[in-house]
């Protein structure tokens, strides 16, 4: 079993928590930006996992507490809130990566990305879910389309064929790619 960490703690007076586990990449290969898969046990931590695997994508050697302090007070992880999109981008901005929301992505944008070795955050809306949720494109493959998800677990790797992903991206068209400033 991996290590899972299990965080509840205070900063600036105000409680935060997040129940992960990372998992050893399974699938290998010049598709897959070098994120891990993350498996979120908790039900409000996937926007602090999205930045933190982003982060760590960046830096390695940045710690899981680092990126929580980096997070906005307000929006730190737990039961009664999470991280809004400009919350996000201020978490991602303190680490100088630079995260623009932009419009109108589709296959050929989002694989060029990718390749290029800019992570994309976005929001899914799974149909049996209340509300959306963060995730990091890690990676994108051709022949037959598919892409890999940081923090989904409902499918094996993280995989979904490019049109599960685009039923449940949400807003359809909308993700940050990141890169460093």
Known sequence: MPYVHDIATRIGGRRASACFYVERPRVKGRHLLPIPRV?????HSC??????????YFDPAVSVIDVLRAVPRNALPSPTRGLSEHKM?????????????????????LLKATKEGHPVIVTILPPEWDCDHWAVIRGMKDNPRRVWLSNYGEVEDGCLSWHGFKSMWYPHGEGMVCRRK
Not at 47 to 56: D, E, I, K, N, S
Not at 90 to 108: K, M, Q
Request: proline share 3%; with cysteine; net charge positive.
């Open 39 to 43: 498996h979120q046990l908790d039900g």
């Open 47 to 56: 926007g602090f996992l999205a930045a933190l695997v982003t982060v760590r």
């Open 89 to 109: 981008r201020c978490t991602l901005a303190r680490f100088g990566i630079e995260s623009p929301n932009l419009e109108r992505l589709g296959w050929a944008k």
